[in-house]
């Protein structure tokens, strides 16, 4: 992955991060980057702890299958993506059971929010995270349940 580190980095009060798969496709897939999120990006060190639901691995496979079902990349070039994945050094998240489902039902209904995205509101809170997200309406959320956003 191409390294940021001459541009100017904006510091934000956490050192923890949660990305979830708007953020990291956007990261990682070549068409999707943007000035903005290579800025975003740079602001986090390799040494901050970065995490994501265990769902993060299933729905990164689902837009990697996307792009191929839509013809965008062959096979061959998203194979190429898994390394830029690899590279992110993302900590999965075990969070699992009744009780973290009773409280994703609670949050996804509360905010209007899928299960999925419910779940990376609830770590980003668990861990006093800050989240990485492109998603408006998991931002909207984040705002109003006091997660800080990564902007």
């Not at 949660?18 to 990682?28: M, W």
């Not at 009773?102 to 990376?120: F, G, I, M, N, P």
């Amino acid at each position: 992955m191409k390294s940021y580190a001459a541009e100017p980095q904006k510091k934000y009060p956490s050192r923890v991060y949660v990305f979830d798969s708007s953020f990291i496709g956007a990261l990682i897939i070549p068409d999707e980057k943007s000035q903005r999120l290579r800025k975003l990006y740079a602001a986090i060190q390799n040494e901050d702890e970065k995490y994501a639901p265990k769902l993060i691995w299933y729905e990164m496979a689902n837009i990697f299958n996307n792009l191929i079902r839509r013809k965008r990349y062959t096979y061959d070039e998203v194979l190429d993506f898994i390394p830029l994945l690899s590279a992110l050094h993302i900590t999965s998240d075990s969070a699992g059971g009744v009780v973290y489902t009773e409280k994703l039902l609670r949050l996804s209904r509360e905010y209007d929010l899928s299960s999925y995205d419910a779940a990376y509101l609830e770590l980003a809170g668990r861990k006093k995270a800050v989240l990485a997200t492109l998603d408006e309406g998991l931002q909207a959320a984040a705002v109003k349940y006091g997660v800080t956003l990564l902007r």
